[in-house]
């Protein structure tokens, strides 16, 4: 089988006739990696050593993205859902595939609430939570109602004006504050402290690119999805140490620990020019990639479990869930920073490391097999 | 609690009608009314200031009961 053949048998069996291109699925994979990571700094705990959790938690994150990647390509032209029910039977895969549902749900409804404390906080602290949320989600759930095709044009139209503001203009603007030694000294606290914020930085953001399991099948070309990912990936690896190095060089170690919102802080310092409001603006739209993403793979996960034809008739009552679970899962922000420290990392690697690498090497058995009854 | 209720009024008054015009499979109906009457329950309970634990606490509890967490 040639390449030809393989990406037409690729494209051919996709359930949802959507099809995106290479340069579409790195933009939404970098928004969707850029997405609340901005908002939380993950790497944050290890303090001025952030760099060095930023660098082993992307090589692990890596692995698990590689991982993912070799799941989607020993299952051409399968989602999450029909590879769970093909290597682990109907009623093992479906079960699975549901505790899947719930895990996007869950995401999305993080995601949703991480954006509504930011905007409360920092720029309508007036408003209610609610609201923010809820006209956040209807925007979100139009997305989603538009197609993959619709959310990856948006990411392929937004996330390099998002780039450009958040990570160069913002750099340069500020340029002529920064003591680039501010990192030093190494290892100050010893090593843990970066052990352990790079096993957060591994599930948040990496692992959860999982949910792009639901997504690689629309691509119109197998061939490219390997150098797509590693492409993405490292990306956001360098980006996330350039913000990083830029955080560090305007605060200092103490303050980048301390703040709650890192780049909404560095806007302000901007001398002459705000830029409040443009951050803002391009930090919902790395969230809304996120949270779109999360509630696509949902509703359409949950259409190809219970045999629904098309997704979008569940997106609604989806996207309302989420809305109301993102103000029922924490009591109030500092519960949320602290959740998301110590509990999600754990919570997500049954979701993020274990059940894939069962898929991983089921998928790898039945190659073997397929291969030595060919021969 | 009525503005809770009169905007899951409207939602499922937008949806309803068009799937009793596609004839949708009762399977659809149950899966859609399930989210949307959890939703309405947790809203309620919500703004009548009762909040029920939420699933952040479960899964807390459940790591930390199985020494996952301290």
């Given at each position: 089988?040639?390449?030809?053949?393989?990406?037409?048998?690729?494209?051919?069996?996709?359930?949802?006739?959507?099809?995106?291109?290479?340069?579409?699925?790195?933009?939404i994979?970098?928004?969707?990696?850029?997405?609340s990571?901005?908002?939380?700094?993950?790497?944050?705990?290890?303090?001025?050593?952030?760099?060095?959790?930023?660098?082993?938690?992307?090589?692990?994150?890596?692995?698990?993205?590689?991982?993912?990647?070799?799941?989607?390509?020993?299952?051409?032209?399968?989602?999450?859902?029909?590879?769970?029910?093909?290597?682990?039977?109907?009623?093992?895969?479906?079960?699975v595939?549901?505790?899947?549902?719930?895990?996007?749900?869950?995401?999305?409804?993080?995601?949703?609430r991480?954006?509504?404390?930011?905007?409360?906080?920092?720029?309508?602290?007036?408003?209610?939570?609610?609201?923010?949320?809820?006209?956040?989600?209807?925007?979100?759930?139009y997305?989603?109602?538009?197609?993959?095709?619709?959310?990856?044009?948006?990411?392929?139209?937004?996330?390099?004006?998002?780039?450009?503001?958040?990570?160069?203009?913002?750099?340069?603007?500020?340029?002529?504050?920064?003591?680039?030694?501010?990192?030093?000294?190494?290892?100050?606290?010893?090593?843990?402290?970066?052990?352990?914020?790079?096993?957060?930085?591994?599930?948040?953001?990496?692992?959860?690119?999982?949910?792009?399991?639901?997504?690689?099948?629309?691509?119109?070309?197998?061939?490219?999805?390997?150098?797509?990912?590693?492409?993405?990936?490292?990306?956001?690896?360098?980006?996330?140490?350039?913000i990083?190095?830029?955080?560090i060089?305007?605060?200092?170690?103490?303050?980048?620990?301390?703040v709650?919102?890192?780049?909404?802080?560095i806007?302000?310092?901007?001398?002459?020019v705000?830029?409040?409001?443009?951050i803002d603006v391009?930090?919902?739209?790395?969230?809304?990639?996120?949270?779109?993403?999360?509630?696509?793979?949902?509703?359409?996960?949950?259409?190809?479990?219970?045999?629904?034809?098309?997704?979008?008739?569940m997106?609604?009552a989806?996207?309302?869930?989420?809305v109301?679970?993102s103000?029922?899962?924490?009591?109030?922000?500092?519960?949320?920073f602290?959740?998301?420290?110590?509990?999600?990392?754990?919570?997500s690697?049954?979701?993020?490391?274990?059940?894939?690498?069962?898929?991983?090497?089921?998928?790898?058995?039945?190659?073997?097999?397929?291969?030595?009854?060919?021969? | 609690?009525?503005?809770?209720?009169?905007?899951f009024?409207?939602?499922?008054l937008?949806?309803?009608?068009?799937?009793?015009?596609?004839?949708?499979?009762a399977?659809?109906?149950?899966?859609?009314?399930?989210?949307?009457?959890?939703?309405?329950?947790?809203?309620m309970?919500?703004?009548?200031?009762k909040?029920?634990?939420?699933?952040?606490?479960?899964?807390?509890?459940?790591?930390?009961?199985?020494?996952?967490?301290?």
């Open positions: 089988m040639d390449r030809m053949d393989i990406e037409n048998n690729w494209s051919d069996k996709v359930t949802e006739k959507a099809k995106i291109s290479s340069i579409q699925l790195f933009m994979f970098i928004g969707f990696l850029h997405g990571s901005v908002i939380l700094s993950p790497a944050a705990s290890a303090k001025n050593d952030a760099w060095l959790a930023i660098i082993f938690g992307g090589l692990g994150g890596a692995l698990l993205i590689c991982m993912y990647v070799a799941i989607a390509l020993l299952n051409p032209s399968k989602t999450l859902v029909q590879i769970l029910q093909s290597r682990f039977g109907t009623f093992i895969g479906n079960a595939a549901i505790l899947y549902i719930w895990y996007f749900i869950h995401l999305a409804s993080l995601v949703l991480n954006f509504g404390e930011f905007i409360v906080t920092v720029t309508f602290p007036e408003t209610p939570i609610v609201v923010t949320i809820g006209i956040f989600a209807a925007l979100v759930l997305a989603v109602n538009s197609g993959i095709e619709v959310m990856s044009r948006l990411g392929e139209l937004f996330v390099p004006f998002m780039l450009f503001s958040t990570v160069i203009v913002m750099s340069l603007s500020l340029i002529t504050t920064q003591d680039f030694t501010a990192f030093l000294p190494l290892l100050e606290n010893g090593i843990k402290p970066v052990i352990d914020a790079a096993f957060g930085l591994m599930s948040f953001p990496y692992g959860e690119t999982v949910v792009f399991l639901m997504v690689f099948p629309h691509l119109n070309s197998k061939g490219k999805l390997k150098g797509v990912i590693a492409l993405s990936t490292g990306t956001y690896m360098i980006m996330s140490l350039f990083f190095f830029r955080c060089a305007v605060m200092g170690a103490d303050l980048f620990y301390r709650t919102f890192s780049p909404h802080l806007a302000l310092l901007i001398p002459e705000n830029m409040e409001s443009l391009n930090l919902l739209i790395g969230g809304g990639i996120k949270i779109s993403i999360c509630i696509y793979a949902a509703a359409k996960a949950l259409s190809q479990v219970f045999g629904i034809s098309d997704y979008r008739k997106t609604t989806i996207t309302v869930f989420c109301v679970l103000i029922w899962v924490y009591e109030n922000i500092l519960e949320m602290d959740w998301a420290q110590k509990v999600w990392p754990f919570y690697i049954p979701f993020q490391v274990f059940i894939p690498l069962i898929l991983l090497v089921l998928s790898l058995k039945s190659r073997k097999k397929q291969l030595s009854s060919d021969s | 609690m009525a503005i809770i209720a009169a905007v009024t409207i939602l499922v937008f949806d309803l009608p068009r799937f009793l015009k596609n004839k949708e499979p399977k659809v109906i149950i899966i859609y009314a399930f989210f949307i009457s959890t939703s309405l329950v947790i809203s309970l919500l703004a009548a200031g909040r029920p634990p939420s699933p952040a606490e479960w899964i807390e509890w459940i790591l930390k009961t199985i020494g996952v967490i301290k």
